[in-house]
Each structure stands twice: as structure tokens, then as C-alpha cells.
């Protein structure tokens, strides 16, 4: 596998499942310099936001649910959709370490979040598989 560079960003994201027809909250999309996803099913609405937006309260929202506490890092793009096995490649070297994660892509990259507490085993774990890793300052 090719050597990624990977940002690991500042600030902790939350992970928010919500009812299918729930709407979004309100402002969520006028974060910017961060990762917001939201993506909708028949089953669901997620979201994954900075933990530091104010999500509406979980006893508004039916069907909620809350996983806060996950770091997020983003392998430098863009990638070309031609590229195979980097998230596969990724998630091995992570579920080597016993690291989870929470993947999400995007038209121009991969996102990977892991929780606080897996933080260092990840890094560890993505350099030792050759990776080079970004690990940016908390603000």
C-alpha cells in the first residue's frame, strides 16, 4: 500500500443518530473548517458534528441516540476514485491495534474517526504500518 499522510484534527466529534424524518438541526450546516456528515435512510438520520455544537436536547428528537468522544482523522486528498484498499488497508492496521472506528468518505477523501482513548494506539498503529501522521495542535 502507498504511504498516506494522515491529519489527525483537533477537537472532538460527536456521532448523533436521530428518527429518519427528523429535521436537521438548525446552523449545523454553517459550521465550517470542520467535518459535518449527515446522511439519511429509510432507518435514520446521522450526524457527525463537533462535539462542541449544541445539539438539540435527545428528549427532543425521537429515536435518539449520542456517542460523543471520537477524534477524527482525514487521509490527505484528493483521492482518485481508481484507488482500492486504502480504507480497507487502514481499518486492518487499526483492527490490528484493537483500535474501532467510524469511517466516513467523501467525494475527495477518507475520513477515519477513532475514540479519545484510542488516539495514541492509532497514530502508533498507522505509523508502524509506514503511514505518516499529522497530529495537529488542540485550540
Known amino acids: 500500500m502507498k504511504r498516506l499522510i494522515v491529519d489527525v484534527r483537533p477537537g472532538e466529534y460527536t456521532v448523533t443518530r436521530l ?5 436537521l438541526p438548525a446552523g449545523l450546516l454553517d459550521l465550517t473548517d470542520v467535518l459535518v456528515s449527515v446522511t439519511r435512510t429509510p ?6 458534528a463537533p ?30 476514485f481508481t484507488l482500492t484498499g486504502i480504507m480497507a488497508a487502514l481499518a486492518g ?9 467510524f469511517a466516513v468518505s467523501t467525494y475527495d477523501t477518507d475520513h477515519l474517526l477513532v475514540k479519545h482513548g ?8 498507522l505509523r508502524a504500518a509506514g503511514h505518516e501522521l499529522v497530529v ?4
Open 136 to 139: 495537529a495542535p488542540e485550540v
Open 118 to 125: 484510542d488516539l495514541g494506539r492509532a497514530v502508533l498503529a
Open 19 to 23: 428518527a429518519a424524518d427528523a429535521p
Open 43 to 48: 432507518d435514520e438520520l446521522s450526524i457527525i
Open 93 to 101: 492496521e487499526l483492527a490490528a491495534a484493537g483500535v474501532s472506528l
Open 51 to 80: 462535539s462542541s455544537f449544541a445539539m438539540p436536547s435527545p428528549a427532543a428528537w425521537s429515536q435518539s441516540k449520542t456517542e460523543k468522544g471520537w477524534r477524527l482523522l482525514t487521509v490527505r486528498g484528493p483521492l482518485e
